[in-house]
């Protein structure tokens, strides 16, 4: 078995995979897809999120528009699946259990580059108007309920203020949803300066506050 470099690229490239990918196996072929909207995220699937596959494991999937309004791409490697499920313990299927590999938990600079590539998928920078002033939101939600918990206490560890609850749908075979809210320009400010967005819908959204730190200059 192949074995890739856990680095802060690799840690970001699984939180990605926590946020909007998936894997599994298929009739004997090993399946790894990420898909992410079709419009807001198009730009950040082809200059970061490629890139970094192609980095990471030397592969260059050609991306496409999925059904239900998505963009992304799927490799085919027993490798790579192989790699991520037996040495991360990420799970095939449904993605309920996660959790966020021990390799990466136990050490802050692979956290950060996780929580980036999550929040950079599943999560998102929300700008409310009250008071005639943009008041900001950084929002995030999964149904893996291990995997959210283990990320608000590192938030909390690193000093960030951070409101939880969850959401439970009456519609049928939907997952309760765990969520995550980081307010305030205070806390954006700090999340720029230690943990920062790669999306560009993100980073768009910080052009309407002054900050200026190394991910944005």
Request: aromatic share 14%; with cysteine; charged share 30%.
């Amino acid at each position: 078995m192949i074995q890739y470099k856990i680095n802060e690229d690799l840690a970001e490239e699984t939180g990605i995979h926590l946020g909007d990918g998936s894997m599994n196996i298929y009739k004997g072929r090993a399946f790894y897809t990420v898909a992410c909207h079709w419009r807001d995220d198009r730009a950040y699937m082809d200059d970061f999120i490629l890139p970094l596959i192609k980095k990471i494991y030397g592969k260059t999937p050609k991306p496409r528009n999925w059904s239900k309004g998505s963009y992304g791409f799927r490799i085919c490697s027993k490798e790579i699946i192989k790699f991520k499920s037996e040495v991360l313990d990420l799970p095939l299927g449904k993605k309920i259990n996660a959790r966020i590999p021990e390799q990466i938990l136990c050490n802050d600079s692979l956290m950060i580059a996780f929580i980036r590539g999550l929040y950079d998928t599943d999560g998102s920078l929300t700008l409310w108007k009250t008071n005639n002033k943009l008041y900001p939101r950084i929002f995030f939600l999964n149904i893996a309920k291990d995997m959210v918990e283990q990320v608000k206490m590192f938030l909390l560890k690193k000093g960030f203020k951070v409101t939880e609850w969850k959401t439970e749908y009456k519609e049928k075979n939907w997952n309760t949803a765990y969520k995550l809210s980081i307010n305030g320009e205070k806390m954006l400010k700090k999340w720029v300066e230690e943990i920062g967005f790669r999306n560009p819908k993100n980073i768009q959204k910080l052009k309407l506050f002054d900050l200026n730190t190394k991910f944005y200059k």
